[in-house]
């Protein structure tokens, strides 16, 4: 069956040089939300989804200082503006394709429906089942930036 309805979610950072286009026909309401316990999610107090039947294009503006930052296991960028600061979201290239997750702290309108955030701890995962996870639950992405 065709998924009915799919829709697009955008977001930015604040100063907007960072955006991204969530493409998903899962309704608000049952989106994966998850709030990541490791020490960087805490610290911006992320609180991210994917859809891994969605898409996900990540943009950023010409000449913007965007930073990708990786840590711990370093298999995904996390995407910070270097300007203002903001995290709007991940992006990790495998065999398979390229994936992202996006903050949803960073959606523009952030809508009101979204569930509460379960928290999420995977600091028990090597870097097989990191990238095994990543590859089934993350949205699929058009490219990486
Ligand atoms: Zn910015």
Redesign the pocket.
């Known amino acids: 069956m065709p998924p009915d309805n799919p829709r697009t979610f955008t977001g930015r950072?604040?100063?907007?040089?960072?955006r991204f286009a969530f493409h998903t026909a899962v309704p608000v309401a049952r989106w994966s939300v998850r709030a990541c316990q490791c020490s960087f999610c805490r610290a911006h107090g992320a609180v991210t989804t994917s859809d891994p039947t969605g898409r996900l294009v990540f943009q950023v503006g010409q000449g913007a200082p965007l930073q990708r930052y990786r840590f711990g296991l370093k298999t995904a960028d996390f995407l910070v503006?270097g300007?203002?600061g903001?995290y709007v979201g991940a992006q990790i290239e495998t065999p398979r394709g390229a994936f992202g997750i996006i903050n949803t702290l960073a959606m523009t309108p952030r809508p009101p429906e979204l569930p509460a955030a379960a928290p999420a701890n995977y600091d028990a995962e090597g870097p097989n089942e990191r990238l095994g996870r990543r590859e089934q639950r993350w949205t699929p992405l058009d490219r990486t930036i």
Do not use: I, M, R, Y
């Open positions: 950072c604040h100063c907007g040089a960072l503006c300007s203002c903001v």
